[in-house]
């Protein structure tokens, strides 16, 4: 829509009796008004439809590949695929469902190995987990080396997961607003042009006059809006101003799952700004403009991304226009379900191994919740069973040209970097972990601008910030996350600490990168596999936490478990000093004393105390010690 419209909100589809039925087709076209090709989903003759579904619920998503534009830079075969065995670029497509906790299996949410070329039609068959919580999530294409194109051309659509009010029932009868801020058009580098110009709800914003679309709304009244960041690559940080004042709203969630404090659904209030990565979402309450206010907008704040990184200007996004004979929006969000408890308000938790099944009603969706205090607290209090460190980093191509393009890379600590092709599909994990474990990842940001971890399949939780603890205001279930940047000077980089759990439910091999989605084109990306194993791993001191003053390279880092001829080889680096042992003795200097530690070789079940919500992980817990005995597991 061209500069200064009215915005309107994407088309709804509900699922029905447990299904959501979408037949869609993967459109391309040139707009003369910027210069540049346009991607979409089109379902008849609404584009990127937003999906709406229960918990349980099936998406039947049958997808034709009609965006031929006439160009093929590339093909590539697949040794492992779904779909079709060959990639051509960049008319092919697929579809990632950013947030859902489903399996990387064909026909569900296998990312990596799905491929529709021209001409092709793909059926999806994606139930969702019952666990998964409600909230804000979508979809977009995901073909490596031209994600960046498609989602600029605008192929990104809302995901809305229902049952919401049961989680936070503040936003019970609430009017809802979904904006969908995108970017689109070739990268800029001619200061004070923003690096990328961005649309709301497909209206354009164009440099400089930024004129932004109109939303009439009704005076003084509290929306539910559900805001997500699809840009490929513009980082956003939104704020609401009438007549030159700042205004407070309530967070809700971030990334689809329900904020807490002290271990129970709580609004994050009195906000006057919020931060949005590329791929992240935020819903939040805000009370619309009285009828007197003269000027009132919705508007993103200058975003530093570092001195290598993109310029995000300050621009103005929405136009609120009070109007008492405004239209109520499509969808007011429903009370919360009087019979439910408070105990059982939250739907998520990520360490529950719950299987799929149908379901038609918000009622069920309840059915299998568990307390969001409890889930908070056993990820929390959980010993991970492995501890590693991750770093972004990037290079020119020729260091003696600085116009010559930049390498990107996301590597494990020890590892080679190496640059993300579609040949490393084809290659061993960078990163294999097992079901039923638990994770601390330490991600670092090695380069001059800002980076943005993302990883498939499921949610983790933010544990530290340069090896400080969150505050609980932080300490929350994201999909998405940025990384600042290093200013080319302190001695220790960016870093944060987030902990994650791999479900049975998940098993297989998917990706994580960053989420600037021309850093993933060009090789900030790897792949993970997810294995299932019939025994836990070994219990786990806590990791060692890391001064904000030390440098990464100080930290004591926990490695790998290895198995050779039976035994088990506990590897630590001190200082790149490994001590290699099937027993290994730990000599600690405090003050005057001297302690010893002897790390035990047999496998122990996984340490999950302090997290006794029923029905989690009983085909661990429940087995006895001779089920748990070493074998040789790789």
Avoid at 115 to 136: A, S, V
Avoid at 265 to 286: A, F, H, N, W
Avoid at 466 to 479: C, E, I, T
Wanted: include cysteine; charge should be negative.
């Amino acid at each position: 829509y061209f500069p200064g419209s009215f915005i309107s909100q994407p088309k709804n589809l509900f699922s029905s009796h447990g299904y959501l039925d979408v037949h869609a087709k993967y459109e391309t076209e040139w707009d003369s008004f910027q210069n540049i090709s346009l991607f979409c989903y089109k379902v008849q003759d609404f584009q990127s439809p937003t999906l709406r579904v229960f918990p349980g619920d099936t998406i039947l998503f049958t997808l034709f590949n009609n965006a031929n534009d006439g160009l093929q830079d590339s093909s590539f075969k697949l040794s492992q695929y779904c779909g079709s065995e060959w990639v051509i670029r960049p008319s092919a497509t697929n579809i990632h469902y950013h947030g859902l906790h489903a399996p990387p299996l064909c026909h569900v949410e296998d990312t990596s190995f799905t491929t529709i070329n021209f001409g092709e039609e793909y059926t999806y068959d994606l139930e969702i987990p019952k666990t998964q919580p409600p909230g804000l999530f979508w979809y977009h294409p995901h073909i490596h080396g031209v994600t960046e194109r498609a989602v600029q051309g605008g192929a990104t659509g809302v995901i809305v997961v229902e049952g919401i009010e049961n989680v936070q029932p503040d936003v019970g009868g609430l009017p809802e607003q979904i904006i969908v801020i995108r970017d689109y058009g070739s990268k800029i580098e001619d200061f004070p042009h923003p690096s990328f110009e961005l649309t709301v709800n497909y209206n354009y914003l164009p440099y400089p006059d930024y004129i932004p679309g109109k939303l009439e709304v009704k005076p003084n009244q509290n929306q539910f809006w559900r805001i997500l960041n699809s840009a490929s690559d513009a980082i956003i940080e939104l704020q609401f101003v009438y007549d030159g004042v700042i205004q407070k709203f309530d967070i809700v969630s971030h990334d689809g799952v329900v904020q807490r404090e002290n271990g129970v659904p709580s609004l994050l209030k009195d906000q006057e700004s919020v931060y949005i990565s590329t791929g992240g979402r935020v819903e939040l309450i805000i009370r619309t403009p009285n009828i007197n206010v003269k000027s009132a907008y919705l508007k993103t704040l200058y975003v530093d991304t570092g001195p290598e990184g993109d310029y995000d200007p300050e621009r103005n996004l929405i136009e609120l226009i009070p109007n008492t004979n405004a239209l109520e929006p499509e969808v007011i969000i429903p009370y919360s379900s009087s019979s439910l408890s408070s105990s059982s308000l939250n739907l998520f938790d990520p360490l529950s191994s719950n299987s799929n099944s149908n379901s038609n009603s918000n009622s069920n969706s309840n059915s299998i919740t568990q307390s969001l205090h409890s889930t908070i607290d056993k990820l929390t209090n959980s010993h991970p069973n492995k501890q590693r460190v991750l770093y972004f980093s990037s290079e020119p191509v020729d260091s003696n040209d600085p116009e010559s393009d930049t390498l990107f890379y996301i590597t494990v600590e020890g590892e080679k970097p190496i640059v993300f092709t579609m040949d490393r599909l084809n290659a061993p994990p960078s990163i294999t972990a097992y079901t039923n474990t638990v994770e601390d990842w330490v991600i670092e940001n090695r380069a001059g601008e800002t980076h943005i971890f993302h990883i498939h399949q499921l949610h983790f939780l933010l544990m530290e910030e340069n090896g400080k603890k969150v505050p609980d205001s932080k300490h929350q279930f994201y999909d998405t996350i940025s990384v600042p940047f290093w200013d080319g000077i302190s001695s220790s980089y960016p870093n944060i600490t987030i902990r994650m759990y791999f479900s049975p439910s998940i098993v297989g091999k998917f990706v994580y990168h960053c989420h600037i989605l021309e850093h993933e084109d060009k090789g900030m990306m790897a792949t993970i596999e997810v294995i299932e194993s019939e025994i836990s791993p070994p219990e786990l001191p806590d990791p060692i936490k890391k001064s904000s003053s030390s440098s990464s390279s100080n930290l004591l880092e926990i490695n790998n478990l290895l198995e050779s001829g039976g035994e088990v080889i506990q590897v630590i680096y001190v200082n790149g000093i490994s001590l290699l042992g099937g027993v290994v003795f730990i000599i600690a200097i405090v003050g005057i004393g001297i302690s010893v530690f002897k790390q035990k070789k047999e496998f122990n079940q996984i340490n999950l105390n302090n997290m006794n919500t029923p029905g989690l992980l009983d085909d661990v817990s429940t087995r006895s010690t001779s089920e748990l005995e070493l074998h040789n597991n790789p």
